[in-house]
């Protein structure tokens, strides 16, 4: 019996130990995976809500803005009910700047939307990205580690990641917040057309966590 009960005790443990290993690999996995600011951003091939497939290295010449969305989400709405987004949206695009909104909630979950709802979405929030890219098997979201909603990333024209992390220094969903917000993104852009680096390049996103499938 004893010797019985001292195997299962090992089985216990080393059970323990192939999950902790697992998880431990994983974690450093998803880190490796990161984009980072100063590298090339990864590439993603993306169908958006109209049909029309879009790849980023097909961009090149053409900075880009990256914003991870899920519209039940309350700190997107406070961008939204603000016309925080669209202003952002209208004033980047309006420039040549080529802004791609991304939804990466599964199926059943929440955010998720068929093309129609998403079109649905834009028009009757007034909001202007270039396309709405649709992402429920979260690819696009995996590849940059996409974390919340919203969560900002800013390219070059070179390919190159500029900016990423939150759209302002406000990780709240009052809407109060954002005329006194710092706004990141809009910081980020006007160091990029004077030349600069973005300062800071990277901070950390707030909102929603983005709502990937099993």
Known sequence: MRAAARRRHLQIILSFAITFIAGMAMAITIALAEPRVGERAPDFVGVDSNGKTHKLSDLKGKTVILEWTNHDCPFVQKHYATGNMQKLQKETTKG????????????????????????MLTTDRDAAPSAVILDPKGEIGQAYNARTTPHMFLI???????????????????????????????????????????????????????????
């Open 96 to 119: 040549g700047i080529v802004w791609l909104s991304v939804i990466s909630s599964a199926p059943g979950l929440q955010g998720h939307v068929e093309p129609a709802k998403a079109n």
């Open 156 to 214: 070059d024209a070179h390919g190159t990641l500029i900016y990423k992390g939150a759209i302002d220094d406000k990780p709240s969903a009052n809407n109060a917040d954002v005329p006194i917000a710092r706004n990141y993104l809009r910081d980020a852009l006007a160091a990029h057309a004077a030349g600069k680096p973005a300062d800071p390049d990277s901070t950390r996103p707030y909102g929603c966590s983005v709502k990937y499938g099993s």
